[in-house]
């Protein structure tokens, strides 16, 4: 699983460059470096722009959280880790975004991208969770529905009927 992981995190990467750095260029990008200025604004504004800057930065590396934990294991698998890791890519894509001159680097995109690195995690634990959960109730119901119910044809009340 953690191979499988690992080439899913290249092809990942390799998207992510693709629409970073590639894609949708803007003509006199710019910078952003006040935080939360961004973010403020296209919740005022919603439409188009909270959809696609702020949902759509969360979204994005919300694979990420989920790749690096499982391809890299015990190694990264805590939200500290993730989150410094979420962040340290998010910060190489901005910084080539400015050396660029294609695309806006901007500071929020360092706070939203690694929000979503940690939603990605957070949902690969609470899968993590539910696993385990789903594991262990299946079990106990069996072994239980065993032990209650008597025996077909004996004539004796199961405790659940009395």
Known sequence: MRWIARGALVVYLGLMYDLTLIRFQANNPGFNLIPLRTIIH?????????????????????????????????????????????????????????????????????????????VGYGLLRAWDRLRVKMRSGSGNRSVRSRSVRPPMGTGEASPESS
């Open 42 to 118: 296209d919740f005022r504004n919603g439409g188009t722009e909270l959809l696609v800057n702020t949902v759509g930065n969360v979204a994005a590396f919300v694979p990420f959280g989920i790749l690096v934990a499982v391809g890299f294991g015990a190694w990264v698998r805590s939200a500290r880790r993730v989150a410094l890791a979420s962040f340290g890519l998010s910060l190489m894509i901005e910084l080539a975004q400015a050396r660029s001159g294609r695309r806006v680097a901007d500071v929020d995109d360092l706070i939203l991208n690694t929000l979503g690195g940690l």
